[in-house]
């Protein structure tokens, strides 16, 4: 044994610091840290994610300008002056105008907003029937999951651009049809992993407590699933956004989308695709304008995964 | 003679999201040549981080090891470099990891995997390091070697799966073998041959081993020294005699007494409250907020090692010269002398005849979990169901709660029906305590709506305040702070965890209580108090148990009657004391002697009944008796299915021969 022993060299210490206190019990059960909620305690993790904060404040800025944009001149975005079409930026008109002379800084704003109008519906779609879907898929099980999954796998099979063609052949392209073409597909990927968490869930012990208590499906699955899948269902929505902006842009870049006079993110780019040598400032805005988005809204969502998802954690 | 491992001032910390977690703190060790030294601490005492320390795996993105040095046969295992430190873990230190399901690659052939370190170490062709598998796999009693190296682990059982562990841990005859928690997820017949296994091969090969483990029965069975953690502190250490004999630290008398052996009687000696935050380590003795003894020094100045003897040595100014003395089994006796009050229990409350739970598997087989139980619990008893995993008990629970629907048979409740449209008035009367106190409670939700769950769903208070009011007193219940009803479970320790989960099946104030293996995740000193505070409500609100567990001794203590399952059926049951002192069943014999008891002396010289083999699987049990395959005595007349007889007053048994 050559370990050093400590109490050879006695130190005497005073009698009363030998006296038997006894255990403190309310500290060994004290909870010290403050209160902090699963929201909370993301939010404090996502705070640390620069990316994602420089994410946020873009995209936060983007959405403010779309509404507050059109109205800051006095140009409407399908009036027209054919006096002054394709005129360079200037004081009268900020970013210049298009081939009808229309104010490009009321158009690029009144087309972002289009364009965020239309992402909104297709995260609302996500919610609603995507995760109903899943939800109801998993809870059921069995049978009925197997054909709900079946159904699903169909969707996913048939190219999208293909049911968009084939919905301009009776409806007019606009809003309408792309919100329609989103129906039909762009809640998959939403069903899928709703259904995942819940499948996991199900199982789980604290919602056999809530059966064993007499909960109501209703209230298991509200109260219990929900609230245990919404950190994921945040996630997704956040890469559906991007992904619906692109698609929209995309559509309407190819002339399936919305028309003219309308404006969008898409139509802009279609329009300043076509004067692109002369006047490229009227493409590089509205592509400035969705890169901007489309990085920022996947920064967030990295950043959102990060903070919650339990299984980044570090 | 020189050790064999020396570890002298470890410290080892991890970088957190919360802070830094000073895991290990300060700990020096030694391991001498043919010695098994256990480690036992509670989760999160810092074992499984000294032996990963030892093995060089701790996560290199966030751990750190702060100062210390360990010396593996005079070589600093800290200073090596990744090649050198590879080639010890080939060839000189091996580990066995706890859980046998993992520690296996699904998709390689066991053989191949055993000898996958020996082949590049030891240079063998192929035939050779077929006969190495075929030669560890005799080593570890696996019969027909020469098939079993070409099977894949999905067709082992997991008995079967940590004796293939060894094997591969054997493989390149290591000096020093690292077993963390290597029994803890086996059933008790399973744990005693593998104990037995490695105790053998300690013999034959004359290596040294490491156990760690928080079973203080294992302990003793196994180890020639203790070393006894707490928070990140080895706080008593020592031959094992002397650390179970002559313990000298207070948190070792507090696990020791802690533990029920199979006569405890009265009130169940508990360490109150939880482990301390390693983040931020108390000054001071860490043990002092939990032990009765402390003294006032102990909440100013960490107490420095102590010898008792040569070998024997504590961390504790209990030791000092200037300190009192306590005599610790005098507390212990006083705890005995409570007397129990005996209910009559007259009353059927439940009546459970024939029940029968079958599963359709996808493979179109039927997995009969159940397969015809009878019992009756009586009004304010407690009924304990053992028996090993897989063997039903669980699912049993379930049926009765109305968890599964049953598939044949029937229950009564007071004498009514249960069934599908009467279930939800049950829930109310009947309620159910959960296993994992990690995966119980909704991470979402605060404590207070956790409890107040079942009050929401039958309406059971008014307002707002009403329900605060009886959510605040549930807490104090169970030993609860009032200001922990605003808290999430994440910032609770699993004991914690485990009385919210009392607490929310006390709030719809229920008069049966199934409480599915309430304490078998939780700490030694965690048990205890769970256990009481169990035993103390129920004396209070006149509640009826049914405490499902594979933990006899737990078992044996709080229930008035045991029942033991084997495979779906029920072989045995009795009162408690009766089965414990006359078990006429082979399996509950078996069983019964399995049970590791926290004193060496008992366990280096007891027989024990080792059951050969593994449990059948429930989805082609064999004919007639269920247990003859495995049975000492089993006869030809055993093919006969086994009537369920009463065989003395209120002793019943299935067997032939009892």
Same mark, same amino acid.
């Given at each position: 044994?050559?370990?050093?022993?400590?109490?050879? %060299? $006695?130190?005497?210490?005073?009698?009363?610091m030998? %006296?038997?206190?006894?255990?403190?019990?309310?500290e060994?059960?004290?909870?010290?840290?403050?209160?902090?909620?699963?929201?909370?305690?993301?939010?404090?993790?996502?705070?640390?994610?620069?990316?994602?904060?420089?994410?946020?404040?873009?995209?936060?800025?983007?959405?403010?300008?779309?509404?507050? +944009?059109?109205?800051?001149?006095? #140009?409407?975005y399908?009036?027209?002056?054919?006096?002054?079409?394709?005129?360079?930026?200037n004081?009268?008109?900020?970013?210049?105008?298009?081939?009808?002379?229309?104010? $490009?800084?009321?158009?690029?704003?009144?087309?972002?907003?289009?364009?965020?109008?239309?992402?909104?519906?297709?995260?609302?779609?996500?919610?609603?029937?995507?995760?109903?879907?899943?939800?109801?898929?998993?809870?059921?099980?069995?049978?009925?999951?197997?054909?709900? $999954?079946?159904?699903?796998?169909?969707?996913? +099979?048939?190219?999208?651009?293909?049911?968009?063609?084939?919905?301009?052949?009776i409806?007019?392209?606009?809003?309408?049809?792309?919100?329609?073409?989103?129906?039909?597909?762009?809640?998959?990927?939403?069903?899928?992993?709703?259904?995942?968490?819940?499948?996991?869930? %199900?199982?789980?012990? #604290?919602?056999?407590?809530?059966?064993?208590?007499?909960?109501?499906?209703?209230?298991?699955?509200?109260?219990?699933?929900?609230?245990?899948?919404?950190?994921?269902?945040?996630?997704?929505?956040?890469?559906?956004?991007?992904?619906?902006?692109?698609?929209?842009?995309?559509?309407?870049?190819?002339?399936?989308?919305? $028309?003219?006079?309308?404006?969008?993110?898409?139509v802009?780019?279609?329009?300043?695709?076509?004067?692109?040598?002369?006047?490229?400032?009227?493409?590089?805005?509205?592509?400035?304008?969705?890169?901007?988005?489309?990085?920022?809204?996947?920064?967030?969502?990295?950043?959102?995964?990060?903070?919650?998802?339990? %299984?980044?954690?570090? | 003679?020189?050790?064999?491992?020396?570890?002298?001032?470890?410290?080892?910390?991890?970088?957190?999201?919360?802070?830094?977690?000073?895991?290990?703190?300060?700990?020096?060790?030694?391991?001498?040549?043919? /010695?098994?030294?256990?480690?036992?601490?509670?989760?999160?005492?810092?074992?499984?981080?000294?032996?990963?320390?030892?093995?060089?795996?701790?996560?290199?993105?966030?751990?750190?090891?702060?100062?210390?040095? *360990?010396?593996?046969?005079?070589?600093?295992?800290?200073?090596?470099? &990744?090649?050198?430190?590879?080639?010890?873990?080939?060839?000189?230190?091996?580990?066995?990891?706890?859980?046998?399901?993992?520690?296996?690659?699904?998709?390689?052939?066991?053989?191949?995997?055993?000898? /996958?370190?020996?082949?590049g170490?030891?240079?063998?062709?192929?035939?050779?390091?077929n006969?190495?598998?075929?030669?560890?796999?005799?080593?570890?009693?696996?019969?027909?070697?020469?098939?079993?190296?070409?099977? =894949?682990?999905?067709?082992?059982?997991?008995?079967?799966?940590?004796?293939?562990v060894?094997?591969?841990?054997?493989?390149?005859?290591?000096?020093?073998?690292?077993?963390?928690?290597?029994?803890?997820?086996?059933?008790?017949?399973?744990?005693?041959?593998?104990?037995?296994?490695l105790?053998?091969?300690?013999?034959?090969?004359?290596?040294?081993?490491?156990?760690?483990?928080?079973?203080? @029965?294992?302990?003793a069975?196994?180890a020639?020294?203790?070393?006894?953690? =707490?928070?990140?502190?080895?706080?008593?250490?020592?031959?094992?005699?002397?650390?179970?004999?002559?313990?000298?630290?207070?948190?070792?008398?507090?696990?020791?007494?802690?533990?029920?052996?199979?006569?405890?009687? @009265?009130?169940?000696?508990?360490?109150?409250?939880?482990?301390?935050?390693?983040?931020?380590?108390?000054?001071?003795?860490?043990?002092?907020?939990?032990?009765?003894?402390?003294?006032?020094?102990?909440?100013?100045?960490?107490?420095?090692?102590?010898h008792?003897?040569?070998?024997?040595? !504590?961390?504790?100014?209990l030791?000092?010269?200037?300190?009192?003395?306590?005599?610790? &089994?005098?507390?212990?006796?006083d705890?005995?002398?409570?007397?129990?009050?005996?209910?009559?229990?007259?009353?059927?409350?439940?009546?459970?005849?024939?029940?029968k739970?079958?599963?359709?598997?996808?493979?179109k087989?039927?997995?009969?979990?159940?397969? @015809?139980?009878?019992?009756?619990?009586?009004?304010?008893?407690?009924?304990?169901?053992?028996?090993?995993?897989?063997?039903g008990?669980?699912?049993?629970?379930?049926?009765? *709660?109305?968890?599964?629907?049953?598939?044949?048979?029937?229950?009564?409740?007071?004498?009514?029906?249960?069934?599908?449209?009467?279930?939800?008035?049950?829930?109310?009367?009947?309620?159910?305590?959960?296993?994992?106190? =990690?995966?119980?409670?909704?991470?979402?939700k605060?404590?207070?709506?956790?409890?107040?769950?079942?009050?929401?769903?039958?309406r059971?208070?008014?307002?707002?305040?009403?329900?605060? &009011?009886?959510?605040?007193?549930?807490?104090?219940?169970?030993?609860l702070?009032?200001?922990?009803?605003?808290?999430?479970?994440?910032?609770?320790?699993?004991?914690?965890?485990?009385?919210?989960?009392?607490?929310?099946?006390?709030?719809?104030?229920?008069?049966?209580?199934?409480?599915?293996?309430?304490?078998?995740?939780?700490?030694?000193?965690?048990?205890?108090?769970?256990?009481?505070?169990?035993?103390?409500?129920?004396?209070?609100?006149?509640?009826?148990?049914?405490?499902?567990?594979?933990?006899?001794?737990?078992?044996?203590?709080?229930?008035?009657?045991?029942?033991?399952m084997?495979?779906?059926?029920?072989?045995?049951? !009795?009162?408690?004391?009766?089965?414990?002192?006359?078990?006429?069943?082979?399996?509950?014999?078996?069983?019964?002697? !399995?049970?590791?008891?926290?004193?060496p002396?008992?366990?280096?010289?007891?027989?024990?009944?080792?059951?050969?083999?593994?449990?059948p699987?429930?989805?082609?049990?064999?004919?007639?008796?269920?247990?003859?395959?495995?049975?000492?005595?089993?006869?030809?007349?055993?093919?006969?299915?086994?009537?369920?007889?009463?065989?003395?007053?209120?002793?019943?048994?299935?067997?032939?021969?009892?």
């Amino acid at each position: 044994m050559q370990q050093t022993n400590q109490s050879e %060299k $006695q130190v005497v210490f005073p009698e009363e610091m030998f %006296k038997v206190v006894g255990r403190k019990e309310e500290e060994s059960e004290k909870i010290s840290k403050p209160v902090l909620s699963n929201w909370q305690d993301g939010w404090l993790r996502l705070k640390k994610n620069k990316a994602a904060i420089v994410g946020l404040f873009i995209i936060l800025t983007i959405v403010l300008l779309s509404f507050v +944009g059109p109205y800051v001149n006095e #140009y409407a975005y399908d009036e027209a002056h054919y006096d002054k079409v394709y005129s360079q930026p200037n004081n009268e008109h900020w970013l210049g105008t298009d081939k009808f002379g229309r104010d $490009q800084w009321t158009r690029l704003w009144e087309g972002t907003k289009v364009s965020l109008y239309i992402a909104v519906l297709a995260a609302l779609l996500d919610i609603l029937i995507g995760i109903t879907y899943g939800a109801v898929s998993a809870w059921k099980g069995g049978k009925v999951d197997n054909i709900m $999954q079946r159904i699903i796998e169909i969707l996913v +099979g048939i190219p999208n651009l293909i049911i968009i063609i084939l919905l301009i052949m009776i409806m007019k392209p606009g809003i309408i049809t792309i919100m329609l073409a989103m129906v039909i597909t762009g809640w998959v990927n939403m069903a899928r992993l709703v259904r995942g968490q819940v499948y996991k869930l %199900k199982t789980q012990e #604290y919602v056999l407590a809530s059966r064993a208590l007499g909960a109501s499906t209703s209230r298991i699955i509200l109260g219990h699933m929900l609230p245990n899948t919404l950190g994921i269902i945040i996630i997704n929505l956040m890469f559906t956004i991007p992904s619906a902006i692109f698609t929209e842009a995309f559509l309407s870049f190819i002339g399936l989308g919305l $028309q003219e006079p309308l404006a969008s993110l898409g139509v802009l780019i279609n329009d300043g695709f076509h004067s692109m040598r002369n006047q490229f400032y009227l493409l590089a805005y509205p592509a400035i304008v969705i890169v901007a988005l489309m990085v920022s809204f996947n920064m967030l969502a990295d950043g959102l995964r990060d903070a919650f998802d339990p %299984k980044m954690r570090k | 003679m020189k050790p064999l491992l020396s570890i002298r001032n470890l410290h080892v910390s991890f970088n957190t999201y919360a802070g830094k977690v000073h895991a290990v703190r300060g700990i020096d060790l030694t391991v001498e040549k043919g /010695e098994t030294l256990a480690i036992v601490g509670e989760s999160g005492s810092g074992k499984s981080v000294t032996s990963k320390a030892i093995m060089g795996l701790l996560p290199k993105q966030n751990a750190l090891v702060e100062q210390g040095e *360990i010396l593996y046969e005079g070589r600093d295992l800290l200073s090596l470099n &990744k090649k050198e430190m590879i080639k010890i873990r080939r060839s000189e230190i091996a580990v066995i990891f706890q859980d046998p399901m993992t520690a296996l690659n699904p998709t390689m052939k066991v053989g191949k995997q055993v000898v /996958e370190g020996a082949i590049g170490h030891q240079k063998l062709n192929k035939k050779e390091a077929n006969n190495l598998a075929m030669d560890l796999f005799d080593m570890v009693g696996i019969p027909n070697p020469e098939i079993r190296i070409h099977q =894949y682990p999905h067709e082992f059982s997991g008995g079967m799966r940590q004796r293939v562990v060894i094997a591969m841990a054997l493989a390149n005859k290591p000096k020093l073998l690292i077993a963390d928690e290597p029994t803890t997820a086996l059933d008790v017949t399973i744990q005693a041959q593998i104990l037995d296994l490695l105790r053998d091969i300690q013999q034959k090969t004359g290596t040294s081993i490491i156990f760690i483990t928080h079973d203080l @029965g294992v302990v003793a069975n196994i180890a020639d020294a203790v070393a006894v953690m =707490y928070a990140g502190q080895i706080v008593e250490k020592g031959k094992v005699e002397e650390v179970f004999h002559e313990p000298v630290h207070p948190y070792n008398w507090g696990l020791l007494n802690s533990m029920p052996n199979m006569e405890t009687k @009265g009130k169940l000696y508990s360490i109150p409250g939880s482990p301390p935050d390693l983040i931020h380590p108390p000054k001071g003795d860490a043990f002092a907020p939990r032990n009765e003894f402390a003294l006032a020094i102990d909440y100013k100045q960490a107490p420095p090692t102590f010898h008792v003897s040569e070998t024997h040595s !504590a961390k504790t100014w209990l030791l000092h010269p200037q300190a009192p003395k306590i005599n610790y &089994k005098k507390v212990k006796g006083d705890l005995e002398t409570e007397l129990e009050v005996k209910l009559n229990h007259n009353d059927v409350l439940l009546k459970v005849s024939n029940l029968k739970k079958h599963f359709k598997l996808p493979s179109k087989q039927i997995l009969k979990a159940v397969d @015809g139980i009878s019992l009756e619990i009586k009004k304010g008893e407690t009924l304990g169901l053992v028996g090993e995993s897989g063997c039903g008990k669980s699912t049993t629970g379930r049926t009765l *709660i109305g968890l599964y629907e049953p598939t044949e048979g029937e229950i009564l409740y007071n004498k009514v029906p249960l069934n599908e449209t009467s279930k939800k008035e049950f829930s109310q009367k009947i309620q159910m305590i959960f296993q994992d106190p =990690y995966a119980s409670l909704d991470p979402r939700k605060k404590v207070e709506d956790i409890i107040a769950e079942g009050l929401d769903i039958h309406r059971l208070v008014k307002d707002k305040q009403e329900r605060q &009011k009886k959510v605040q007193t549930l807490l104090d219940a169970v030993g609860l702070q009032s200001d922990h009803a605003q808290r999430f479970p994440h910032e609770f320790s699993g004991g914690q965890r485990q009385r919210i989960g009392i607490a929310r099946a006390l709030a719809v104030e229920p008069e049966l209580i199934i409480a599915d293996e309430p304490i078998s995740a939780l700490d030694v000193s965690i048990q205890a108090q769970v256990v009481n505070l169990l035993k103390k409500l129920q004396k209070d609100r006149n509640l009826t148990y049914l405490f499902i567990a594979h933990d006899l001794s737990m078992v044996k203590y709080i229930s008035d009657r045991i029942g033991v399952m084997y495979l779906g059926a029920m072989v045995e049951m !009795a009162s408690s004391d009766d089965l414990y002192k006359n078990p006429l069943h082979p399996y509950t014999q078996a069983l019964l002697s !399995a049970v590791p008891v926290p004193d060496p002396v008992v366990e280096k010289t007891r027989e024990r009944i080792i059951l050969e083999g593994n449990l059948p699987s429930p989805v082609n049990p064999p004919q007639g008796c269920q247990f003859r395959t495995r049975c000492p005595f089993a006869t030809e007349k055993c093919a006969e299915i086994p009537q369920w007889r009463e065989v003395e007053k209120d002793h019943w048994v299935a067997c032939h021969y009892a």
